[in-house]
């Protein structure tokens, strides 16, 4: 527990005594003066605002890009954070900068910093190869001037980073971040307390004596509600520093995924040994916010929107949820009860994921959306089959989102999958059930009837894709 | 290339070259400030929140702010009794209440809390409460039409072909009729940069503005009527802006007016920055248009009348929907020569926020009309639509419909021809029939569309500008002029003109923020004319000034004045005898021998004029041409589609700044491919904007870029008439996207079996309308197969 709080901001430390929590490190910094860092939409979506916070990464370390819009100021205490205006060694451009410029790829000006910073970070990627072209990693960023191509050329021609102070700064250890405690005291003499705890049983004893606080988990989708709808808590808890959350294990049974992990480290480290998650995270909104966000946050936030529930769902994900009296499982599927609400108690919290195995042998993700890459989806789907060895399903399962009040299976067309091969007949069979197994509403992302239409074709196209003459191959 | 004057020469050397942007340095290390980064760089800033009325139409009765005023950190609210002159800030009439007393749309300001921070302000907002009576309002273009509820009187523009007494009759004499109905969806700006202003109060009541405004002229006009003094007690600065596209034309005032009002009552800096959320919720956008047509052709598809009715949907306020609608009037023929055409359009008054200039300002809805008629036409006759497209181009001495001749119309026939070439058209249409015949979930389309866009301002005597150019007697320069940067690369262009007048180097040249003090009675930077007119005035005054150093280097080079040359920061002797004398010793000469080193420039564009009443006149100096190929790949399940491969000729005349003009045409065909594709504002029944920000109005992302992205400027293109040979960049290039449009119209096609007829495809075409015009296809197929049988 520090006492005097501070942030290093491109290696100067910046006191944070008496910021409130709600205040983004966005804000923060341009208070301060640093305005290199732009606000273009304040719910994480166009990455004006990207900045680096070192990470720890065993003995080393790792730059990770994210909003600084989403990040609470506070809830960097003792971290080390980079800025678009700690790059440049004096008058000589950082290499990122310097291709930016070369290929045009600033005309405003304004998203410029944004993807300066995910270039930054990408320059400095484990395992890069020059050259090669990775477009997630300024797939978060919005430009409205260029049209991408230059900034891709940007992307295109970095070099492999020489040994400058960042690359020396990775070879070099960053210790876990430490527990915090913070008060603020607001113009209206109110206090907001934050705290960050390192532990479950520090977490459990903070929700005990503060039962009104609000958990933040990666916070991409608290701090959008604190920005867009002014929401206020008198007490905010950080989970992104409990070690317990933020594990990964698998064993025979099954593979179990700590509720605190960021969802790109999932999709690094599990997108080929879950199919599905290899094809889930790259649709799942942006690299920026995967940065940060995780699979307890998108399940406890319980919109129907959600983007993992679906793939969950299908995998039969069972939940690890603990408090003070200690852990239950949960399978996922009675885990939403209504609109935006859960079966988790007062005082407990999603602690893991466990996806049992067997895997199932056929799995799909499917996103229908406006845009392809950072977007929220008018209806997702998470299709599971596991099969014997004649082809015939013996356990399926269908699971949407965006087509009722929660993420939900439709256990009568599964029920009706069971038993058979997945050919054309049993997509017609299914199709009888999944015409009418939702209703779902109409709103900006689509209407009812499009939605209602996708629950089927989303299954007709699976098929189709399975289908020897797969179109998808070509 | 040499341009020669009488007096001394000038050499081409920076215009023509690829530089980066001017200020591109200052972007990728976040040194380039825009107007919200001058907030923690001034004192004793108060912030300013808007205390908005959640009806799109309502009587305001009472706003109660006791509660608000009295949090800690609430200085005041203001309201319009603290507004000293006329508290109306409409640009083209009066006809906007900078506090309203009657709510015209969802979330509109009735009054604004100033407060020490950002967050305070927004939480005190929260707590005023306006008792509002909600009033009836108008959502759709339709319900205006049905209750006669108009912005403007009606717009008409008609040419009939010899001897034809009316639209009608052109219409009766033509072989085959069809009808069509577009509805066009609008577009959010989303510049990076939010709306945003900065006031004080100087020395002597001198009230300094900084806007992120492309018009600071008007900025400064309304904020002196607002706080009711003479334009002299106000100067405004457009530091940079961080995109604007048009939003920030008329848009930027009311902001710049609230900071004013709230400096002049509290005496402090008042900041006002809209986020994301306001600002989409507050600011107009694209119009949307509602567009009815009837088109008569002949069996080849050679279109003979068109008959169509534009309706735009204003807004709540005029703003410029009029010059907007009638630039929709101008551009509906496109490059096609309709031998009949009358259009008319009327501006529909809505409870929305009033929609404004973008990009194309209504050109693109005229176009996109056009276009729906000529695809129609030949998907009835089945013909292919490029076929049927060349068929009706204007060309050498063909007159539009509003009788101006088209200039350089052979460009169409040229570009038409070599894109084709270049992106292989004959070759991969034939591989798309092949693919789509070979698949039945999945089919290609591929379209190529041409643009051709009239250049200048429609009201004339906004076609002026003006630069101020000082040169210091150590050399170095400023450059002044009435244009803003907003990222087009306006001062970029500027700048090279500038270093080839005065033959120096472009480090020797700084160029400065625009501001009303250094040329007044500006225009906005709009129109892509930016460069056209300020370049001819940025010329004008540095030649004065090279001119005016000419006789002293004359007798120091030992020659005559026509001999005397200016490169590179070096002035010498055209014969290449003698020294090489430092262009700042020339000018540290000039300024002893009692020389002026300074000197402004002007430029009006000349023989511009319309007569509105005749429909008939000479609006354009002259026309910018490209076209685009766009293939697509459609998923007949979803409707999702992605972009395979665009190739773009774009004529943008001798390029000034090719990279600059290329980021212009890249990024407008982006841009032009959002609106037409996926991005979509979608209003609810009552009036409120659901699409109020990023996560739910999606721009177009890096994945919208086309998997291949060829783009060429068309070569030998010099206009002779615009300076150094160039041509405007900035809008014409939005519009290449509607090959886009018409490649996925293509694709929907192919999932009807081959049939013929229309394809009815919503704008923008977003999956889900693409999905539904699927199932029409298929449907449609379906019913012709049960009726051979």
């Not at chain 2, 949090?71 to 800030?89: F, Y």
């Not at chain 2, 085959?176 to 939010?194: C, D, M, N, T």
């Not at chain 2, 798309?432 to 866009?453: L, M, S, Y």
Request: proline share 5%; aromatic share 6%.
């Amino acid at each position: 527990m520090s006492s005097e709080p501070t942030i290093l901001v491109d290696g100067r430390p910046i006191s944070l005594a008496s910021v409130d929590p709600h205040q983004p490190l966005l804000h923060f910094l341009r208070e301060r003066g640093l305005t290199g860092t732009k606000e273009g939409c304040a719910e994480g979506e166009c990455g004006a605002c990207a900045v680096v916070v070192v990470t720890p990464e065993g003995e080393s370390s790792r730059f990770v890009t994210v909003n600084s819009c989403l990040v609470p100021a506070v809830g960097l205490a003792g971290r080390e954070v980079i800025t678009v205006q700690g790059l440049a060694e004096g008058e000589a451009l950082h290499p990122v900068q310097a291709a930016m410029v070369e290929t045009g790829g600033s005309q405003c000006g304004y998203c410029t910093p944004g993807f300066v910073m995910s270039l930054f970070a990408e320059h400095y990627r484990e395992g890069r190869v020059p050259g090669e072209v990775w477009d997630e990693a300024i797939g978060g960023n919005l430009c409205r001037c260029t049209g991408y191509r230059p900034i891709k050329d940007a992307l295109a021609s970095l070099p492999a980073p020489g040994d400058d102070r960042h690359k020396r700064r990775l070879a070099q250890v960053t210790p876990a971040p430490a527990a915090v405690q913070h008060v603020a005291t607001l113009e209206d003499g109110s206090e907001v307390r934050f705290h960050r705890p390192t532990t479950l049983e520090a977490l459990f004893a903070i929700l005990a004596a503060e039962p009104e606080a609000k958990l933040v988990g990666g916070g991409t989708d608290v701090f959008v509600e604190v920005n867009q709808l002014d929401r206020r808590w008198p007490v905010l808890v950080s989970l992104d520093s409990i070690a317990e959350l933020r594990g990964i294990r698998e064993d025979d049974a099954a593979l179990t995924i700590g509720a605190g992990v960021p969802l790109s480290r999932i999709e690094d480290e599990l997108g080929e040994t879950v199919p599905m998650f290899g094809e889930l995270f790259p649709l799942f909104s942006s690299r920026l916010i995967r940065n940060r966000a995780t699979l307890g946050g998108n399940l406890v936030n319980a919109s129907p929107i959600g983007d993992s529930p679906p793939a969950l769902l299908a995998l039969d994900a069972v939940l690890v949820l603990a408090s003070a009296e200690g852990t239950r499982e949960l399978p996922l599927s009675e885990f939403f009860l209504d609109y935006r609400k859960t079966a988790l108690a007062a005082g407990e919290i999603v602690a893991a994921v466990k996806v049992p195995k067997p895997f199932p042998d056929v799995q799909r993700f499917y996103k229908v959306s406006k845009r392809i890459m950072d977007d929220i989806s008018t209806v997702a789907a998470g299709f599971a089959f596991w099969r014997d060895a004649d082809g015939v399903i013996t356990k399926a399962r269908l699971a949407y989102g965006g087509v009722a009040a929660t993420p939900a299976r439709a256990t009568a067309a599964e029920d009706v999958l069971e038993g058979h091969p997945f050919d054309a007949m049993a997509v017609v069979r299914a199709s009888t059930h999944l015409g009418t197994a939702f209703t779902p509403m109409t709103d900006h992302r689509g209407s009812a009837r499009y939605r209602e239409a996708m629950v089927t074709r989303l299954l007709e196209k699976l098929h189709a894709d399975l289908s020897p003459r797969s179109e998808a191959a070509e | 290339m040499t341009d020669s004057t009488q007096r001394s020469t000038e050499r081409r050397k920076h215009v023509g070259r690829a530089i980066s942007h001017e200020s591109a340095r200052g972007h990728v290390t976040g040194e380039a400030l825009y107007t919200d980064d001058l907030v923690p760089r001034t004192k004793d800033v108060l912030h300013a929140w808007p205390v908005s009325v959640p009806h799109a139409h309502a009587r305001v009765r009472r706003v109660d702010f006791e509660k608000a005023a009295q949090r800690p950190g609430v200085v005041t609210v203001l309201t319009a009794e603290d507004v000293p002159g006329v508290g109306n800030v409409g640009a083209a009439r009066q006809d906007e209440p900078l506090f309203p007393e009657i709510v015209e749309y969802h979330g509109q300001a009735v009054a604004w809390v100033l407060a020490e921070s950002e967050a305070i302000a927004r939480r005190a907002a929260l707590e005023v409460v306006v008792d509002a009576e909600p009033l009836d309002p108008i959502v759709t273009i339709e319900q205006a039409i049905e209750r006669d509820a108009f912005l403007a009187h009606e717009l008409k523009i008609e040419r009939l072909q010899d001897g034809r007494d009316d639209i009608e009759a052109a219409l009766a004499a033509c072989p085959h009729r069809s009808r069509g109905e577009v509805q066009i969806g609008g577009q959010e700006h989303f510049y990076l940069e939010a709306q945003a202003a900065l006031v004080y109060v100087d020395e002597g009541d001198q009230v300094m503005v900084h806007a992120s405004t492309q018009h600071p002229t008007e900025t400064q006009l309304i904020v002196a009527r607002v706080l009711g003094v003479p334009s002299h007690a106000v100067t405004c600065q457009s530091l940079r802006m961080g995109g604007a596209f048009g939003g920030k034309e008329v848009q930027a005032n009311t902001w710049a007016c609230v900071a004013a009002v709230g400096a002049v009552k509290t005496g402090r800096p008042v900041r006002v920055r809209l986020d994301r959320q306001r600002d989409m919720a507050l600011t107009g956008k694209r119009h949307p248009f509602l567009g009815r047509y009837e088109v008569g052709y002949d069996d080849e598809g050679r279109i003979l009348a068109l008959n169509a009715e534009l309706f735009s949907d204003g807004g709540w306020s005029l703003d410029l929907s009029q010059p907007v609608l009638a630039r929709a009037l101008f551009h509906i023929d496109n490059c096609y020569d309709f031998p009949s055409l009358r259009v008319t359009g009327r501006v529909c008054k809505t409870n929305k926020t009033s929609q404004t200039a973008f990009r194309g300002f209504g050109g693109p809805q005229g176009m996109v009309v056009g276009e729906d008629a000529l695809e129609r036409v030949a998907r009835v006759l089945g013909l292919p639509p490029h076929e049927v497209r060349r068929k009706n181009f204007y060309t050498e001495g063909s007159e539009t419909h509003y009788g101006q001749e088209v200039k350089d119309a052979d460009r169409i026939e040229r570009i038409w021809t070599t894109l084709g070439e270049s992106a292989d058209l004959e070759r991969r249409l034939a591989e798309v029939e092949a693919f789509n015949e070979a698949h039945d979930h999945t089919k290609r389309g591929i379209a190529i569309t041409p643009v051709k866009f009239g250049i200048s301002f429609t009201t004339a005597f906004f076609n002026q500008a003006g630069a101020l150019v000082l040169l210091y007697a150590d050399g170095s320069v400023q450059v002044s002029h009435g244009g803003t940067e907003m990222g087009q690369g306006l001062h970029t262009k500027m700048l090279q003109v500038a270093a080839d007048a005065l033959g120096v180097d472009l480090e020797t040249i700084r160029m400065m923020p625009t501001r009303t003090d250094k040329v007044p009675n500006t225009s906005a930077t709009a129109a892509s004319s930016g460069s056209d007119l300020n370049g001819q005035a940025v010329r004008d005054a540095c030649t004065a000034i090279r001119d005016r150093l000419a006789p002293v280097a004359a007798e120091a080079l030992e020659c005559d004045l026509e001999d005397v040359v200016f490169e590179g920061g070096e002035v010498y002797r055209a014969d290449g005898k003698g020294e090489r004398i430092a262009f700042g010793q020339i000018a540290k000469a000039a300024y002893l021998a009692r020389v002026p080193l300074f000197a402004t420039g002007y430029y009006r564009t000349p023989n511009i004029h319309f007569d509105e009443e005749a429909g008939r006149g000479h609006p354009f100096h002259y026309y910018a041409y490209g076209a685009a190929v766009t293939e697509v790949e459609v998923d007949g399940f979803t409707g999702q589609y992605t972009f395979r491969r665009t190739d773009i000729l774009h004529d943008v005349g001798d390029s000034m700044s090719p990279k600059v003009d290329l980021g212009q045409v890249e990024g407008g065909f982006l841009q032009g491919l959002g609106w037409l594709t996926r991005e979509e504002l979608v209003w609810t029944g009552d009036g409120r904007l659901a699409t109020r920000g990023a996560s739910t109005y999606k721009l177009p992302s890096l994945g919208e870029l086309p998997e291949e992205f060829h783009v060429d400027l068309l070569p030998k293109a010099a206009d002779p008439t615009v300076i150094h040979g160039s041509k405007a960049v900035g809008e014409p290039p939005f519009m290449l996207a509607m090959s886009a449009r018409e490649a996925l119209r293509a694709a929907v096609a192919a999932f009807g079996e081959g049939g013929r007829g229309a394809v009815e495809l919503g704008c923008p075409a977003t999956p889900e309308a693409v999905y539904w015009a699927i199932e029409a296809r298929r449907e449609a197929a379906n019913e012709a197969l049960a009726a051979e049988e």
